[in-house]
């Protein structure tokens, strides 16, 4: 003797299904909605771009730091995805390769910032630096970097690389001149993703790269250190005792749009052009 | 002449591109092999039984104390907890995206589910600490607004998305004809969904908790902030609502300060080498279950 009938239960169970898809959402909802009400009434002139503590440094620093990690990571993350999907033969070195870059993005973030100390600011002298805290990140974003370059070129179909080769063209030029201009807005959709996520990350530049203070110019060289901005909200909320609850508020809220801002870009463009594709 | 020269520079770009394809495993490597180099001299003071067993972790007392057995059950405190949170909410997340939710509904989801992912977890932290730990210190009637609780419940919302997408690979992937044939013997949706689909994508699922649980204990800046930094061994559930301090935080709250190449040094790098050795080894088995059922991306 069953207690419901298979309807009964298909209705509790469908009734827990919505429940717990709004217990996910409404969260982030509701941290959208807090985040801009507390922040948005901190938020000022003077605290974004006033000349002595203003956030405009720490938004510099940012900008500079993801674009230097861009600038390294994305040859490099390319070029192995290149490898992976137009050269490489199936085969256990493709396995190994597959699981290496698994690996690579479960490394903790912390751990990234351990091996950058001991690599790039310690053995190469880089010193805790921009440039430090840049070959960091980069190593952080790779593996995102090449499953979303590899994803769009496996999109590009078969039969334009047949056509490429079959004119005569070697493998070299029909990646050159076929493959990668037809991947290309996918590779630089994942490249955009992958800046976002530099741009949140504070655990591997706290020993490579990061500094705080309220009052600081920007760094002369590769060599200096710098202010970032989650840096920056990190130090305000656990180690500053004196500044005030709404400039917190306002960071994080900065913090946020930036990184989110970076994020939407990507997702847009991803839509339209995939809208515009026809194959 | 300068078909040699166009030769000549082809098989140079192709070299560099092999090259750049082993990338991956040679950082990979590189990772282990500094972790290793640096953590090694602590042996010299210490056994590795006195480090993953010793109860006291004083960094800074006459003699130092290394022992990581607070710090290990402390990540494990915060992670149980987290994956308690976060597996039957991101299942039953991916089972109402991909089989029950209207479509409409599921294209608003899945970027919303995405964007947990994409909130910088040092935001996490700042609004634990600022605004959750002291509603809930003052609900539960705690002490202090920072404990492993706390820590277990953001990361659950950071791990959600991992496990919402692995889990929706593997339940998409499960072929149509299978519900079908469920559907024509007279089950009901629910039952389809229970008793056939969820069982068809088991290995799928467990990837996902792996992978959200490698997600989970390598957290650093949210469990830093917002789990109270207290390096004592955790007690039973009660263990929950008190102070805890992790592996991850340990190295991220002491490596600053600490002077290069003394004990403190590579006891901290030691931490690095055992959170390095378990996220391989969740990630490797992950990767494994996944591949041997087939077809799912591991993201």
Aim: proline content about 6%.
């Amino acid at each position: 003797m069953m207690l419901f009938s298979a309807q009964r239960t298909e209705k509790l169970a469908f009734a827990a299904l919505w429940a717990s898809a709004a217990i996910v959402v409404l969260p982030v909802l509701g941290i959208i909605a807090v985040m801009l009400y507390r922040g948005a009434s901190g938020l000022s002139w003077g605290l974004l771009f006033g000349a002595r503590e203003g956030l405009l440094p720490a938004i510099v620093g940012t900008v500079l730091l993801v674009s230097l990690t861009a600038l390294i990571a994305a040859p490099l993350g390319v070029a192995a995805a290149v490898y992976l999907n137009e050269y490489a033969r199936a085969g256990p070195l493709v396995r190994l390769i597959r699981l290496a870059i698994v690996n690579l993005a479960g490394v903790p973030s912390v751990v990234y910032g351990l091996f950058g100390l001991a690599l790039f600011v310690t053995l190469f002298h880089f010193g805790r630096s921009l440039l430090a805290g840049s070959c960091t990140l980069a190593l952080l974003v790779l593996p995102l970097i090449i499953s979303t370059s590899e994803e769009a070129l496996r999109q590009v179909p078969q039969g334009l690389r047949h056509a490429s080769l079959g004119l005569g063209a070697s493998q070299w030029q029909t990646v050159r001149r076929v493959v990668l201009p037809n991947a290309l807005p996918g590779i630089i959709t994942g490249l955009i993703l992958s800046i976002s996520r530099a741009a949140g990350e504070t655990a591997p530049i706290l020993f490579t790269a990061a500094f705080y203070s309220l009052t600081s110019p920007l760094p002369k060289s590769v060599f200096d250190p710098i202010l970032v901005l989650p840096y920056q909200l990190f130090v305000m909320a656990t180690e500053v005792p004196n500044v005030p609850e709404s400039t917190k508020w306002a960071t994080a809220l900065v913090l946020v749009v930036v990184v989110l801002g970076i994020n939407l870009f990507a997702i847009v463009l991803r839509a339209r052009l995939r809208g515009s594709r026809r194959w | 002449m300068k078909r040699r020269t166009l030769r000549a520079q082809e098989w140079l770009v192709e070299r560099t591109i092999h090259v750049a394809g082993m990338l991956a495993i040679a950082f990979v490597v590189l990772i282990f092999a500094f972790l290793l180099r640096d953590a090694l001299p602590v042996f010299r003071g210490d056994s590795l039984e006195h480090l993953l067993a010793g109860r006291y972790w004083r960094p800074t007392s006459a003699p130092a104390q290394f022992g990581m057995l607070p710090l290990i059950l402390g990540s494990l405190y915060v992670t149980v907890g987290a994956l308690v949170i976060s597996l039957p909410l991101g299942l039953a997340c991916a089972v109402f995206i991909s089989e029950v939710a209207p479509v409409r509904l599921r294209e608003v989801l899945k970027p919303l589910v995405e964007l947990l992912a994409a909130i910088p977890s040092v935001v996490y932290g700042f609004l634990g600490l600022l605004m959750i730990g002291p509603w809930l210190a003052d609900a539960l009637h705690l002490p202090i607004g920072q404990f492993a609780g706390l820590g277990s419940l953001l990361l659950a919302f950071m791990a959600i998305p991992t496990v919402v997408s692995v889990s929706e690979d593997a339940i998409r992937a499960v072929p149509a004809a299978l519900r079908e044939s469920s559907l024509a013997l007279g089950a009901t949706q629910w039952q389809t969904i229970i008793k056939v689909v969820v069982p068809a994508a088991r290995s799928g699922i467990i990837a996902a908790s792996l992978l959200g649980l490698g997600r989970a204990i390598g957290e650093t800046m949210t469990v830093l902030m917002v789990t109270g930094n207290a390096a004592v061994i955790p007690q039973g559930l009660a263990g929950f609502f008190k102070p805890v301090r992790t592996m991850t935080a340990t190295i991220a709250a002491e490596m600053g300060e600490v002077a290069y190449h003394s004990p403190h040094y590579h006891a901290l790098f030691a931490v690095g080498l055992l959170l390095f050795l378990i996220t391989f080894a969740t990630n490797t088995i992950a990767d494994t279950v996944v591949r041997r059922a087939g077809g799912v991306k591991t993201r």
